[in-house]
């Protein structure tokens, strides 16, 4: 631990902050790896982890400062102890390469939630199938209910409404009659 005192105040600051990232970063890996993370990563103004999977660009997540963190400390370290005269090389090499990570995450995230959001479901298989109603659906297309299903290897809770004049309450089998863009057409079983 001598070369730790021997180390410039620069370095300290930039060698406790990469070790802080970095075991920052190992966490949210190991989380990610067991399922904890969720997949996503939540931004500062959506606090839910949904990942906005519209195809736009999110850079200030929560993994992506992390890497900005650890990522410019190591490379701020490094350039400090090369440099150890100079104090703006180190903070400017360390802002670019911290930016570079945050830019890479970011496309990341994106690229991930594209895989995502595929759309795996194939509507025209569900029509026919039977569902069970999960919030009453409104009679004549007055409003919106939900079913849930089993289908395609996987459940679902899907948006429903009916052409029948009556509502059709909670717990009721019904057929799925077609699939439009983003509900199901349903009726009486």
């Not at 660009?57 to 929560?62: P, V």
């Amino acid at each position: 631990m001598d070369w730790l005192k021997q180390l410039t105040a620069i370095e300290h600051v930039f060698f406790w902050i990469a070790v802080a990232a970095s075991a920052a970063l190992v966490v949210q890996i190991v989380l990610l790896i067991v399922s904890f993370g969720g997949g996503g990563d939540s931004d500062f103004t959506d606090f839910d982890g949904d990942m906005d999977t519209d195809g736009g660009l999110s850079f200030f997540t929560i993994k992506g400062i992390t890497a900005f963190f650890a990522l410019g400390g190591w490379c701020g370290f490094a350039a400090a102890s090369y440099l150890p005269d100079n104090i703006w090389a180190p903070i400017l090499i360390a802002v670019a390469t911290g930016t570079a990570a945050l830019v890479a995450v970011g496309f990341a995230m994106r690229g991930v939630a594209r895989l995502q959001c595929s759309g795996n479901v194939v509507k025209e298989k569900l029509e026919g199938l039977t569902a069970t109603v999960y919030v009453s659906v409104p009679p004549a297309r007055t409003g919106r209910g939900k079913i849930t299903l089993t289908a395609q290897g996987r459940y679902m809770e899907i948006d429903a409404v009916t052409d029948e004049e009556e509502r059709i309450p909670v717990d009721v089998e019904v057929e799925i009659v077609s699939y439009k863009e983003d509900f199901a057409v349903v009726k009486r079983k």
